[in-house]
Every structure is written in C-alpha cells, then in structure tokens.
C-alpha cells in the first residue's frame, strides 16, 4: 500500500476525485448540464447494461445475501465489457478498449463472491479516469457531467443491482465504515452543498429535507437510500455518518 500510494497512478486517481470535487462544488442535479456526445455514449453503455440485468432475473433460493442470477449478468457485462468500451472511444483509439474493459466489468461486483463495495466503484471511476486521458473527454468541460449524469447514472445501476441479487457489502466493516457500498458519491456529494443557504450537514436527520433534494444531491440520496435499506436508529446502523453529521460549524467544506 506504502508503494501504491507513492505512484503515478495513485496520484493521478487522487487528483482526478479532487479536481472532480472542485467542479462539483455548490452545483446541483437540477441545474444546466452540457452533456457532449462522449457522455451521452457513457450513458447509453449503463442503460444497455441495465438492460442486461432484465435478461439475467433473480433466481428463488433462501439466502439473506447474494442471488446466483448475478453470476449470469456479470457474464453478461464482462462479455460485451470491450464492445461497450469501444462504443465510447473514437476508431483511432478503438484498440484502448481492450483495456477499458476490465475496468468496466470489474466496477459491478465480483461474481465469485456476488459482492459489492468501494473498490468496485473505484474501477468505474478509473473507467472514467482512463477515458479521460485518452483525450475523449475534457474534463474541464465535462467534468460536472461526468459526475452528475455519468456516475449518478451508475450509481442507480448499481443500487437496483443490491436490491435485485442482494450483493453482499465487499470489505464492509459493518457499522464501523463510512457506507457498506459507496463512498465517492459522499465525497463528490459534500462538494455539491459547499456554499448551500439552507442544507446542513445536520439536515440527513430532515424526512423532508431529504424528500426534497435527494433528487438534486447525491450525498442526500445516499442517506436517503441507507435508511431505505436499513433498519433501526441512524446512529446505530451508521455511526461514522451520524458522527459526521454533528461536524463542527457545520461546515460542507470540512465534511468534504
């Protein structure tokens, strides 16, 4: 990890979550987004792999966690994962989808396991990340789309996934880590409501507060599908969240 986190690629992932960070900040869901012609295509390889997952149903079987049907979408996905890719990058760079892929594929789940977790939605990140050094985005153009229309998108992916095959959280450390699943969407999310007149940190304990902008705010949604999902006292099922919630000044800026 010492090594890892003294690379290139490491630095260059951080810088990537960071300067998405930056251009998320204060914006929200609801406002104008440009969406060029490579984030339309980004988002039309999620829709087709939604529409994988209609084609791999839930089998019925007694088990809390981890539906066997996810070993048939996964196949799925990893099999059109280059196609997919391919469909995004121009023909000059059609060979870079050999690499892509893997990205692609490893960013739903492990089909051994039929888990999901952080490290999962790190590859999608590096999905993106990869497509940007490639010159197929600008992330100073599209950036803001990347987060609110591409990742968003994948994160609604990935939630039907949890609830279609129940995926077991991979790496979860119970209630003693931030989310069993994400974490990006609370980073980008915290940025997003940096400056808000009203939304405070404090404000995950709303009802209304959260039926209101979990649309617009992706750490809202987060909070928002957390309670969906679990059940009992916010504090017990999620005390790194309730601790963060209480963050002094109440300050996005510093929960960020």
Same mark, same amino acid.
């Given at each position: 990890?010492? +090594?890892?986190?003294?690379?290139? &690629?490491?630095?260059?992932? $951080? *810088?990537?979550?960071?300067?998405? =960070?930056?251009? @998320?900040?204060?914006?929200?869901?609801?406002?104008?987004?440009?969406?060029?012609?490579?984030?339309?295509?980004?988002?039309?390889?999620?829709?087709?792999?939604?529409?994988?997952?209609?084609?791999?149903?839930?089998?019925?079987?007694p088990t809390r966690y981890?539906?066997?049907?996810?070993?048939?979408?996964?196949?799925?996905?990893?099999?059109?994962?280059?196609?997919?890719?391919?469909?995004?990058?121009?023909?000059?760079?059609?060979?870079?989808?050999?690499?892509?892929?893997?990205?692609? +594929?490893?960013?739903?789940?492990? &089909?051994?396991?039929?888990? $999901? *977790?952080?490290?999962?939605?790190? =590859?999608?990140? @590096?999905?993106?990340?990869?497509?940007?050094?490639?010159?197929?985005?600008?992330i100073e153009k599209d950036?803001?789309?990347?987060?609110?229309?591409?990742?968003?998108?994948?994160?609604?992916?990935?939630?039907?996934?949890?609830?279609?095959?129940?995926?077991?959280?991979?790496?979860?450390?119970?209630?003693?880590?931030?989310?069993?699943?994400?974490?990006?969407?609370?980073?980008?999310?915290?940025?997003?409501?940096?400056?808000?007149?009203?939304?405070?940190?404090?404000?995950?304990?709303?009802?209304?507060?959260?039926?209101? &902008?979990?649309?617009?705010?992706?750490?809202?949604?987060?909070?928002?599908?957390?309670?969906?999902?679990?059940?009992?006292?916010?504090?017990?099922?999620?005390?790194?969240?309730?601790?963060?919630?209480?963050?002094?000044?109440?300050?996005?800026?510093?929960?960020?």
């Amino acid at each position: 990890m010492a +090594a890892f986190k003294r690379s290139r &690629s490491y630095k260059e992932f $951080y *810088g990537f979550v960071l300067k998405l =960070s930056e251009i @998320t900040k204060g914006k929200s869901k609801s406002d104008p987004i440009t969406t060029s012609e490579p984030i339309e295509k980004m988002l039309q390889v999620l829709e087709r792999m939604d529409v994988m997952m209609s084609e791999a149903p839930p089998t019925a079987q007694p088990t809390r966690y981890g539906n066997k049907a996810f070993k048939t979408w996964y196949k799925l996905v990893e099999d059109a994962s280059i196609d997919l890719s391919r469909s995004v990058v121009s023909e000059e760079l059609k060979d870079s989808a050999a690499e892509l892929g893997p990205y692609l +594929a490893g960013s739903i789940g492990n &089909s051994t396991r039929i888990d $999901y *977790g952080t490290g999962h939605e790190a =590859s999608f990140a @590096t999905w993106m990340l990869c497509i940007c050094k490639l010159g197929v985005i600008d992330i100073e153009k599209d950036g803001l789309a990347l987060v609110l229309r591409v990742f968003d998108r994948y994160l609604t992916l990935m939630r039907k996934a949890q609830k279609t095959y129940l995926l077991e959280p991979a790496g979860s450390h119970g209630v003693w880590g931030l989310d069993d699943y994400q974490f990006l969407p609370f980073v980008w999310g915290s940025a997003q409501l940096i400056g808000h007149p009203s939304i405070k940190p404090k404000s995950i304990h709303d009802g209304e507060v959260l039926k209101q &902008s979990s649309d617009d705010y992706l750490y809202l949604s987060c909070i928002s599908f957390t309670k969906e999902m679990k059940r009992g006292p916010f504090g017990e099922h999620s005390p790194y969240l309730n601790d963060v919630s209480f963050v002094p000044h109440q300050l996005w800026e510093k929960v960020c």
